[in-house]
């Protein structure tokens, strides 16, 4: 069984590393739709490829969080990249896969999949 | 929806948006009385009764974008396929308590499914609230608390990706643990 000692270790590395973030300028925000109609067209698995493939990245200047429908729930699950300065990008019908490579390329890489896009998907 | 654990990720988050401070999901596994209960308490802004009179209704929501509400719906359509059943009590200003019950071994009961991904999405999207998972099988069961975890880090987010990975296997190895004890009294795997 995991024993609390653990977290203590994870929270003394955190309080180490906290100091390095700073401020939030430049910080990219990932929004992924978890209605129904996104958690029930796989939108936490998304989510949780997001999570993991950022921290295995140490992609620290980003937050992953979530909102309702955006009402495209037939282009479910729906995730948006919002970075300051830049226009948003909206993904859609996303699975885990295409998550990893949205990590690598816009989230690390600053390059749009277009290809996953909903301007691409008609 | 294809696991229970996703039913309970969507209406957990009607506590959420009830603004709760903390939130209490219970999954009770009782082999020998054939029951699987889930429920989730609140202490958000709770329902009139007219509200909860139609909180089941999948043409009521309070949003405002969309004339329909799935989430409570489906939820109670999953346990009364089992034999079992949805009941929802409320308060305005003390909160909101669902439970719905199962047939535990009832052939057309969904998979409970990965619930620690569940409560670790709930947790990384809403760090600064309190969420109290239970799990219970038998006479065994284990809570993880945030606001244990939360004492613990001393000011690192709970939404932390370290952080959440470490809940998800503490809520698997304890969920392993407490099947394994109790593999032989019949109960199914989730």
Known sequence: MKSLAELQAIRDKMKNNMGVRGDDTGNIRVVVGMATCGIAAGARPVLQAFTEEAAARGLTNVTISQTGCIGICQYEPVVEVMEPGREKVTYVKMDPDKAERVVAEHLAGGKVVTEYTIGAAK | ?190
């Open chain 2, 1 to 190: 929806m294809q696991e229970l654990s996703l039913n309970i990720l969507d209406v957990a988050q009607n506590s959420v948006r009830a603004g709760a401070t903390l939130t209490e999901i219970t999954v009770d596994e009782q082999p020998a009385d054939d029951r699987l209960t889930i429920s989730i308490r609140d202490n958000g802004c709770g329902m009139t009764p007219e509200q909860v009179g139609q909180v089941t209704d999948p043409f009521f929501t309070t949003r405002t974008t969309r004339k329909v509400g799935l989430g409570v719906p489906l939820l109670k359509m999953a346990a009364e396929l089992t034999g079992g059943g949805l009941e929802i009590t409320s308060e305005p200003g003390r909160g909101t308590d669902l439970r719905a019950v199962f047939g535990l071994n009832h052939i057309d009961r969904m998979p409970l499914g990965d619930i620690a991904a569940t409560i670790c999405s709930l947790i990384q999207c809403n760090p600064d609230i309190d969420f109290l998972y239970t799990f219970r099988h038998g006479d065994a069961s284990f809570c993880a608390d945030t606001r244990e975890f939360r004492a613990v880090l001393e000011g690192v987010p709970l939404s932390t990706p370290e952080v959440v990975a470490y809940i998800g296997g503490y809520i698997r190895e304890n969920t392993a643990e407490i099947q394994n004890q109790s593999s032989s009294d019949g109960g199914i795997e989730p």
